[in-house]
């Protein structure tokens, strides 16, 4: 499908739009149609289909593929989204830097698929701990190392505390 065609869209309701996924094998058109909120948009603009094709690879990356490619293509009433689901990927290791108990917050194992998921819920319960100890600024961004050869990924999440922050008594 040409680009110019995602701009100009459906104006009839996307409820009524037939959604086809091609090339998934891993997860299932039922729970892929379940992820995309399509069918909450009256109509299809290329701001939806675009939401919808990050929130289908998210559900991939939570699955361990981070190399699929989601394409959506729209032929009226029809919306297409083509998948190519890649390889999974293992965790290889996962490592958070500062406390060594910190770790065992992020319920994803070294040898498990990788989990963005749960890495994300690990990493939001280690902020929420250190926020509630006075770090407002904490911050926590993985850093990611992929080996596409072996089918692994090497994640390194340094934990920067900055300044306790302190409300001043006037």
């Not at 009226?76 to 989204?81: C, K, N, Q, S």
């Not at 390889?87 to 992020?106: K, N, P």
């Not at 407002?136 to 934990?159: G, K, L, M, N, S």
């Amino acid at each position: 499908m040409e680009l110019w065609k995602c701009a100009v869209l459906l104006i009839a309701g996307c409820a009524d739009s037939q959604v086809e996924f091609e090339g998934n094998r891993a997860i299932s058109s039922s729970e892929l149609r379940a992820v995309t909120r399509i069918d909450d948009e009256p109509t299809a603009e290329a701001d939806v289909l675009e939401r919808d094709v990050l929130l289908l690879h998210a559900a991939y990356y939570d699955r361990g593929f981070l190399d699929v490619n989601v394409v959506a293509s729209y032929d009226t009433p029809e919306i297409l989204f083509q998948v190519r689901e890649g390889r999974r990927f293992e965790l290889l290791s996962l490592e958070v830097t500062g406390d060594s108990d910190l770790r065992s917050m992020i319920a994803v194992r070294d040898g498990d698929w990788f989990d963005r998921a749960a890495i994300v819920d690990g990493l939001e319960r280690i902020l929420t701990l250190y926020r509630n100890a006075g770090y407002a600024h904490v911050e926590a961004y993985p850093e990611v190392t992929v080996d596409e050869q072996h089918a692994t990924a090497r994640v390194r999440v340094p934990i920067r505390l900055g300044p306790i922050a302190r409300i001043d008594e006037q």
